[in-house]
């Protein structure tokens, strides 16, 4: 018991540093692809790096959602990988330890990363989404034009609503602007105009949008009455506070939910609509993705040990592949459980079945000493290389 003791403390330890680096490594991935986002934020709106910085760290958890399962399963992988290419395994053997002795510290570690998920999926993404919001909120009170987006209904002005088709962040210049204003009582008005341009009062919330060489139906419902105005430069009064406070006070999106929250909607909801279904998978969802840890993980065991002859390279790449077609699975459970094509059950835990199937089908047959094909498709693809490698020369 003693030996098997400090096996297992040892091929624990192994798997932390490159849980570690994969899951320090995907992170800064999905921060890079964030910072796509925000760029343009600082670039044309002049938002200062300390709210850029809070959006990153807002958006973390969401990230980690799905980084950490993937970092478990790399990890597992290039522990069995290079336990296997050092012919430790085969020394385990000869003492007697089986491929099933070394499965406790195995277990333990995605226990350990489905704990981690749980809490950012039960906690820290719908923290982070409705932090995301406040941060918005008080962005948007300062810089109008980030509510704005080109060729969308804004709807956020109380009783007015504004589309325009193009937008200029840095010169505030609007393009094919539409504006439907029923602020006066009984009164529609309805301004078309070809461009525009956005001033602010300094210190206050409020913005000016002046239009040029535009038109102006007014529809009177009181009277059944209708007119027609032309003009060079018209000005249209904007409260961005009142704008921003909408923002700030509608309904939390699903993904803003907790446990207790998403349950009390669905109770509550008296129809099974698209929205009902999504907020049922979100539900399923906050619980399958940790799931997969354990079946990510024990598919990960019999792919390391078969692919002894392997790269580290080749095993992050098997890795990669094999989330990808997790996550693939999962898309497809998204896609179809919205429209209620199936239990919304189904396509949230389909892919947990699928992959720890597979994993225990893999692992049963590794440790009954049958050869897995998959040197096979490591040759298929080093023969793929060389053959790319040859039209590049060409």
């Given at each position: 018991m003693k030996i098997n003791s400090i096996i297992y403390r040892y091929v624990f330890k192994e798997m932390i540093p490159p849980f570690a680096i994969n899951l320090m490594f995907f992170t800064f991935v999905f921060w890079m692809a964030e910072?796509?986002?925000?760029?343009?934020?600082?670039?044309?709106?002049?938002?200062d790096m300390s709210t850029v910085l809070l959006m990153l760290a807002y958006s973390t958890p969401y990230f980690l959602t799905f980084v950490i399962p993937m970092s478990i399963m790399i990890a597992v992988l290039l522990n069995f990988l290079r336990l296997s290419s050092d012919n430790e395994l085969v020394a385990l053997k000869t003492s007697?330890?089986?491929?099933?002795?070394?499965?406790?510290?195995?277990?333990?570690?995605?226990?350990?990363?489905?704990?981690?998920?749980?809490?950012?999926?039960?906690y820290g993404m719908p923290w982070g989404r409705s932090s995301v919001r406040e941060l918005m909120y008080k962005v948007v009170s300062s810089n109008l034009e980030i509510g704005f987006k080109s060729r969308t209904f804004n709807d956020s002005f109380e009783d007015v609503v504004i589309y325009t088709n193009k937008i200029n962040p840095k010169s505030k210049e609007l393009q094919a602007i539409f504006i439907e204003d029923k602020r006066t009582q009984n009164i529609v008005s309805t301004i078309i105009a070809p461009k525009g341009k956005?001033?602010?009062?300094?210190?206050?919330?409020?913005?000016?949008?002046?239009?040029?060489d535009g038109v102006i139906c007014q529809v009177d419902l009181k009277n059944r009455s209708a007119n027609f105005i032309d003009f060079e430069?018209?000005?249209?009064?904007?409260?961005?506070?009142?704008?921003a406070l909408t923002l700030k006070q509608r309904n939390k999106h699903r993904k803003e939910m907790g446990l207790a929250e998403l349950r009390q909607y669905l109770n509550n909801s008296s129809r099974r609509d698209a929205k009902y279904y999504k907020?049922?998978?979100?539900?399923?969802?906050?619980?399958?993705?940790?799931?997969?840890?354990?079946?990510?993980?024990?598919?990960?065991?019999?792919?390391?040990?078969?692919?002894?002859?392997?790269?580290?390279s080749f095993g992050l790449v098997l890795g990669l592949i094999s989330f990808f077609l997790y996550y693939l699975l999962l898309s497809v459970g998204l896609v179809f459980g919205e429209t209620g094509a199936y239990p919304p059950v189904i396509g949230m835990w389909f892919p947990n079945v699928v992959m720890g199937g597979l994993g225990l089908y893999l692992l049963i047959k590794t440790a009954n000493e049958r050869q897995l094909r998959i040197n096979t498709v490591m040759n298929l693809i080093k023969e793929i290389k060389l053959r790319l490698a040859g039209y590049e020369k060409a």
């Open positions: 910072m796509l986002k925000v760029t343009n934020m600082v670039v044309n709106y002049n938002v007697g330890i089986s491929i099933y002795g070394l499965l406790p510290p195995t277990i333990l570690f995605c226990l350990i990363g489905c704990l981690l998920t749980l809490f950012m999926t039960i956005l001033f602010s009062e300094p210190g206050k919330h409020i913005y000016h949008l002046l239009l040029y430069t018209y000005e249209v009064r904007l409260d961005i506070k009142k704008a907020t049922l998978m979100e539900l399923h969802k906050k619980f399958s993705i940790p799931i997969s840890c354990f079946a990510l993980g024990l598919l990960a065991v019999p792919l390391g040990i078969q692919s002894r002859s392997a790269k580290r």
